[in-house]
């Protein structure tokens, strides 16, 4: 069964102290994995794509790499601004999938100041 | 910045009762989903639209849900006989192509069932 699993399910920062969220990912085929946040009562917002090993991706404080079995999000220097829950999704590449994400529960990250 | 849009933010409905969802995608964009997310737990697929037909749907859509895009701007989520298990907040969300590119989300609508 594809499975994205994500850890640690919630982490707590002094704002500046940096950190790393992981995304491990169980699928046979995958066509590209995604990064998200999500405010309180706010949809997915889109943050990265990453398609292939080896592949990274920054925005601002962020930045998204990418292995065979995971992925991770690393916030260097956060604010309390970047608290919020980011979900990893991932896009299959076989079984006829037409683009449907399977995400992860979340990693509900809180900065404090 | 396009954004995806949602009407209502919140729907208060009577078990038993139908419910239509709406949304209106970012408007270049030619395909089209729905997901859900029951308190607590992921966000879940429910069905994607593309040329005006279904082209996938997972086993949560059963056969009380349908999607219609009634005209050039709109994509919508009818339920049609409501239960208590479809308490939830409903995403719509849309992108340009398929392969890679990204979906965008609303801010979804909750949905909840007395």
């Known amino acids: 069964e594809d499975q994205v699993t994500q850890s640690p399910e919630a982490l707590r920062l002094q704002e500046g102290e940096s950190s790393s969220l992981n995304c491990s990912y169980t699928v046979s085929g995958l066509r590209g994995l995604f990064w998200y946040r999500q405010d309180p009562g706010k949809g997915p917002e889109f943050l990265f794509t990453?398609?292939?090993a080896g592949e990274e991706k920054e925005k601002e404080r962020l930045k998204a790499t990418l292995t065979k079995k995971e992925s991770f999000l690393h916030i260097t220097a956060p604010k309390p601004e970047d608290s919020a829950t980011y979900l990893c999704?991932?896009?299959?590449?076989?079984?006829?999938?037409?683009?449907?994400?399977?995400f992860g529960k979340g990693t509900k990250l809180s900065v404090k100041p | 910045e396009p954004e995806v849009t949602q009407t209502p933010s919140h729907q208060v409905t009577q078990m038993g009762q139908e419910v239509i969802l709406r949304c209106v995608p970012i408007s270049n964009h030619l395909y089209f989903y729905w997901y859900r997310q029951i308190l607590g737990q992921k966000v879940e697929f429910l069905v994607s639209?593309?040329?005006?037909?279904?082209?996938?749907k997972s086993e949560i859509f059963d056969d009380q849900f349908s999607v219609e895009r009634p005209d050039g701007s709109n994509f919508t989520l009818k339920i049609r006989s409501t239960k208590l298990e479809d308490s939830a907040m409903y995403f719509c969300?849309?992108?340009?192509?398929?392969?890679?590119?990204?979906?965008?989300f609303g801010d979804g609508t909750r949905l909840s069932i007395l």
């Open positions: 639209f593309y040329n005006n037909e279904i082209s996938e």
């Open positions: 969300a849309s992108s340009d192509l398929q392969g890679n590119q990204p979906q965008h």
């Open positions: 990453l398609y292939s």
């Open positions: 999704a991932v896009r299959l590449n076989y079984g006829g999938s037409q683009g449907n994400l399977i």
